[in-house]
């Protein structure tokens, strides 16, 4: 079992800078964070493995950058130049499986956080 806490979130406006966290209570292949804002389905944000490979969904990249320190056990998602629709509460997600590909899919994650809310206000 891996035990994941969220921290960081909060309320920023349009253009600013949020830095989230994830303590993870053991040893992870894959993490992930996932965002789901109201009424709408969860979605896959970045996603990081062990070796350093990253993934990253279209609305964010050049903006988010996703980070791990696996001798602190944490993941970081360091969000610039928010904008109104990444409005959320962002999820933690990990998994210890090896994969040959890295994916944002929600069932390739066994691990997930409670979540912590990111509000951005234009």
């Known amino acids: 079992q891996v035990q994941l806490v969220e921290s960081g979130g909060g309320s920023v406006q349009s253009g600013g800078s949020l830095r989230l966290s994830c303590a993870a209570s053991g040893y992870t292949y894959a993490m992930a964070w996932f965002r789901q804002a109201p009424g709408k389905e969860r979605e896959g944000v970045a996603a990081i493995r062990s070796d350093g490979i990253t993934l990253y969904a279209d609305s964010v990249k050049g903006r988010f950058t996703i980070s791990r320190d696996d001798a602190k056990g944490t993941l970081y998602l360091q969000m610039n130049n928010l904008k109104a629709e990444d409005t959320a509460m962002y999820y933690c997600?990990?998994?210890?499986?090896?994969?040959?590909?890295?994916?944002?899919?929600?069932?390739?994650?066994?691990?997930w956080g409670q979540g912590s809310q990111v509000t951005v206000s234009s």
């Open positions: 997600a990990a998994d210890r499986s090896w994969r040959s590909v890295l994916r944002l899919v929600i069932s390739d994650f066994a691990y």
